[in-house]
T-cell receptor, first 110, second 117 residues
C-alpha cells in the first residue's frame, strides 16, 4: 500500500540550479497534482494533470514545469531555482473527491 | 483567486477538552473537506461534506457544511494527545474546462492544535 510516493524527501539547491521532483501513485487515479506549502499559507496548487497526456496551470505555476509521464507518474521541474521556491512540495492524486497526498519534499534554495 | 479564512491559527487545549475551528470563504464551494497534517507528513482526509447543511461525524470529529456553501466548521470532542497536528479546511471545485475528474482544492491556512496533558 504505497499510495503516493515522492522523491527526494529533502533537497538543497543553489540559486540557478535545476532539478526534478518525482511522484508516482499506485492507485490507478486519473488526476494528479503538485502543491506547495509555505508557513501560514496552506497549500497552493502549482500544476495539475486531469488525465494522462494533459497538464494545466494551477494558482502558482510560474517558475515550474510538469510532465505527466504516464498514468502513474507526474514530475515537477524547476529549471532555474530561486530562493522564493524554498518550500515543501506535495504531490497528490485523486479520483473525484478524495485527494491522497505524498509525504512531501522539503526544498531549500540558497 | 479564492481565499479561505481559517480560524483560529493556533490552539492550546487540555486533554479531554472539546475543540472547534472554522473556515469562511467569499466564494461558494461544491464540497468542503477537512484534513489533518502530522509533522513531516502529507495531509490526510478526515471528513468530506457534499451538501449544504450536511452534518457529518467520524468518531470524535463532527463537521458541518454551511447552508450558504461559504463556510464550514470542525469540532473535535474529548481531545487526546494524538490529536496534535495542523488541521486544514479545503473547499473543492471542479476544474475546467477539460478537467475530467480533476478537482481543485483551495486550502485554508491551517489551525495548529496542541493538546496539553
Amino acid at each position: 500500500n504505497a499510495g503516493v510516493t515522492q522523491t527526494p524527501k529533502f533537497q538543497v539547491l543553489k540559486t540557478g540550479q535545476s532539478m526534478t521532483l518525482q511522484c508516482a501513485q499506485d492507485m490507478n487515479h486519473n488526476s494528479m497534482y503538485w502543491y506547495r506549502q509555505d508557513p501560514g499559507m496552506g497549500l497552493r496548487l502549482i500544476y495539475y494533470s486531469a488525465s494522462e497526456g494533459t497538464t494545466d496551470k494551477g494558482e502558482v505555476p510560474n517558475g515550474y514545469n510538469v510532465s505527466r509521464l504516464n498514468k502513474r507518474e507526474f514530475s515537477l521541474r524547476l529549471e532555474s531555482a530561486a530562493p522564493s521556491q524554498t518550500s515543501v512540495y506535495f504531490c497528490a492524486s485523486s479520483e473525484l473527491t478524495e485527494a491522497f497526498f505524498g509525504q512531501g519534499t522539503r526544498l531549500t534554495v540558497v | 483567486g479564492q481565499q479561505l479564512n481559517q480560524s483560529p491559527q493556533s490552539m492550546f487545549i487540555q486533554e479531554g477538552e472539546d475543540v472547534s475551528m472554522n473556515c469562511t470563504s467569499s466564494s461558494i464551494f461544491n464540497t468542503w473537506l477537512w484534513y489533518k497534517q502530522d509533522p513531516g507528513e502529507g495531509p490526510v482526509l478526515l471528513i468530506a461534506l457534499y451538501k449544504a447543511g450536511e452534518l457529518t461525524s467520524n468518531g470524535r470529529l463532527t463537521a458541518q457544511f454551511g447552508i450558504t456553501r461559504k463556510d464550514s466548521f470542525l469540532n473535535i470532542s474529548a481531545s487526546i494527545p494524538s490529536d496534535v497536528g495542523i488541521y486544514f479546511c479545503a473547499g473543492q471545485l471542479k476544474l475546467a474546462p477539460r478537467s475530467g475528474s480533476a478537482r481543485q482544492l483551495t486550502f485554508g491556512s491551517g489551525t495548529q492544535l496542541t493538546v496539553l496533558p
